[in-house]
């Protein structure tokens, strides 16, 4: 029998915050999470500042986190892990009491952050920190967890994917619980330089905290972000059963591929339109039950042009009606973790009626013709809402939320 499916627990550790109210409070406000890098001396690149998530958050992975397994995780790992506790926590549930059988684990896992920025890596450590299923195996030992544990990789996608799965395991009645999520950092020399040569990246080294400026005609390339995203997926009827708190149901998804290019989305975002388009149809609902739409919005001059081409073909004369912002504005891209912090962004509107704004939107792109909340919060009552994550390698995946 088809299962509802809701979500009873998050948790964000990003640059603007180690808890999603702290994060809510920020991103509401319009802060900008992007400083100048710390983690290593970023001197000789083209792109010498990030969205680094606090130095507050290595205490707080110390009361989450034995010391013996901490040393046999990097950073990001350490992030996964601790966001997976605090979803935990917050959805208050008790796996002594579940069925660990029906209890699965899905990550979205790029890599696990053992580049020459990591500390401490060792022979003896370096096998454990550079497993790419880290990330869930060590969430699955923590709770004894018997339902199937892995990881997904789908590049800028991959914990939109991860929820897509899990809504699936849940929704075909093959598991309960399942905790998905993801966690990322890139902000390391090896991979700063690669995307400079790509010229994917904003090289405004003058003012970091406004380099981040989708849909904006003077955008320069993408910022990137660190941090971790965690949702804990149940079954309605699970979750009534224990009488838990429901943050927002999971109401569809579509997940697609290009098959065009390893690096650029479909040309006039037709890939992306897709996308969009199957995600609603999926969801059962109509386009103009859409309220609003947390972009992938990049900061990118491909990315940003086509998605906004894309959400106007999809829907049409409505399209000036959907608002649209993107959260990178403030948070730069996280990367693997993009899909899960943008999707528990997007619950957070649902559940306060309140749009985080685009930020450092102060030249508008004359060829980019959407409402992107610029640069305030809006108030808005919202029942249904899209979070878009567009991966390299043509890797798309639209989530629709809905308000409980």
Same mark, same amino acid.
């Given at each position: 029998?088809?299962?509802?499916?809701?979500?009873?627990?998050?948790?964000?550790?990003?640059?603007?915050?180690?808890?999603?109210?702290?994060? &809510?409070?920020?991103?509401?406000?319009?802060? %900008?999470?992007?400083?100048?890098?710390?983690?290593?001396? @970023?001197?000789?690149?083209?792109?010498?500042? @990030?969205?680094?998530?606090?130095?507050?958050?290595?205490?707080?992975?110390?009361?989450?986190?034995?010391?013996? $397994?901490?040393?046999?995780?990097?950073?990001?790992?350490?992030?996964?892990?601790?966001?997976?506790?605090?979803?935990?926590?917050?959805?208050?549930?008790?796996?002594?009491?579940? /069925?660990?059988?029906?209890?699965?684990?899905?990550?979205?896992?790029?890599?696990?952050?053992?580049?020459?920025?990591?500390?401490?890596?060792?022979?003896?450590?370096?096998?454990?920190?550079?497993?790419?299923?880290?990330?869930? $195996? &060590?969430?699955?030992?923590?709770?004894?967890?018997?339902?199937?544990?892995? @990881?997904?990789?789908?590049?800028?996608?991959?914990?939109?994917?991860?929820?897509?799965?899990?809504?699936?395991?849940?929704?075909?009645?093959?598991?309960?619980?399942?905790?998905?999520?993801?966690?990322?950092?890139?902000?390391?020399?090896?991979?700063?330089?690669?995307?400079?040569?790509?010229?994917?990246?904003?090289?405004?080294?003058?003012? *970091?905290?406004?380099?981040?400026?989708?849909?904006?005609?003077?955008?320069?390339?993408?910022?990137?972000?660190?941090?971790?995203?965690?949702?804990?997926?149940?079954?309605?009827?699970?979750?009534?059963?224990?009488?838990?708190?429901?943050?927002?149901?999971? @109401?569809?998804?579509?997940?697609?591929?290009?098959?065009?290019?390893?690096?650029?989305?479909?040309?006039?975002?037709?890939?992306?339109?897709?996308?969009?388009?199957?995600?609603?149809?999926?969801?059962?609902?109509?386009?103009?039950?859409?309220?609003?739409?947390?972009?992938?919005?990049?900061?990118?001059?491909?990315?940003?042009?086509?998605?906004?081409?894309?959400?106007?073909?999809?829907?049409?004369?409505?399209?000036?009606?959907?608002?649209?912002?993107? %959260?990178?504005?403030?948070?730069?891209?996280?990367?693997?973790?993009?899909?899960?912090?943008?999707?528990?962004?997007?619950?957070?509107?649902?559940?306060?009626?309140?749009?985080?704004?685009?930020?450092?939107?102060?030249? *508008?792109?004359?060829?980019?013709?959407? /409402?992107?909340? *610029?640069?305030?919060?809006? *108030?808005?009552?919202?029942?249904?809402?899209?979070?878009?994550?567009?991966?390299?390698?043509?890797?798309?995946?639209?989530?629709?939320?809905?308000?409980?």
């Amino acid at each position: 029998m088809s299962q509802d499916v809701v979500i009873t627990g998050m948790s964000l550790i990003t640059s603007l915050g180690l808890s999603y109210e702290e994060n &809510w409070k920020n991103l509401v406000a319009g802060k %900008s999470g992007v400083k100048n890098i710390t983690l290593f001396d @970023a001197g000789a690149l083209a792109t010498r500042f @990030a969205a680094e998530v606090p130095n507050e958050f290595e205490e707080l992975s110390r009361t989450y986190i034995k010391k013996r $397994a901490a040393s046999q995780m990097t950073r990001v790992t350490r992030m996964c892990v601790t966001a997976a506790k605090i979803a935990v926590e917050d959805a208050g549930i008790n796996f002594d009491l579940a /069925d660990r059988t029906r209890c699965s684990v899905i990550i979205g896992v790029v890599n696990t952050g053992n580049s020459s920025a990591e500390k401490d890596t060792s022979p003896q450590n370096t096998v454990f920190k550079t497993m790419t299923n880290s990330m869930p $195996a &060590w969430i699955s030992l923590e709770y004894q967890l018997a339902g199937p544990n892995f @990881a997904v990789n789908t590049a800028c996608a991959s914990s939109a994917y991860a929820i897509a799965f899990g809504f699936e395991m849940i929704k075909s009645g093959q598991a309960d619980v399942v905790i998905v999520g993801g966690a990322d950092s890139i902000i390391n020399f090896e991979e700063i330089q690669g995307f400079n040569a790509l010229y994917a990246l904003s090289v405004a080294n003058d003012t *970091p905290e406004s380099a981040s400026k989708p849909f904006s005609h003077d955008r320069d390339g993408f910022v990137i972000g660190e941090g971790a995203g965690v949702l804990i997926l149940e079954s309605k009827k699970h979750a009534l059963a224990r009488n838990a708190r429901i943050h927002a149901e999971i @109401a569809g998804y579509s997940l697609t591929s290009e098959g065009y290019n390893i690096m650029a989305p479909m040309k006039d975002g037709e890939g992306m339109a897709q996308t969009m388009e199957l995600a609603i149809k999926n969801a059962g609902i109509k386009k103009e039950d859409v309220g609003y739409i947390n972009a992938h919005g990049t900061s990118t001059e491909l990315n940003d042009r086509y998605e906004t081409m894309a959400i106007r073909k999809v829907f049409g004369d409505f399209a000036n009606q959907v608002p649209v912002s993107s %959260s990178k504005s403030m948070l730069g891209h996280t990367i693997g973790a993009a899909g899960a912090i943008e999707a528990i962004i997007t619950v957070q509107s649902l559940k306060y009626g309140i749009l985080p704004p685009t930020i450092n939107y102060l030249q *508008p792109d004359p060829d980019l013709d959407l /409402d992107f909340v *610029p640069n305030v919060a809006r *108030p808005k009552k919202i029942r249904f809402a899209l979070s878009n994550s567009f991966g390299f390698g043509g890797h798309n995946a639209t989530i629709v939320l809905k308000k409980i």
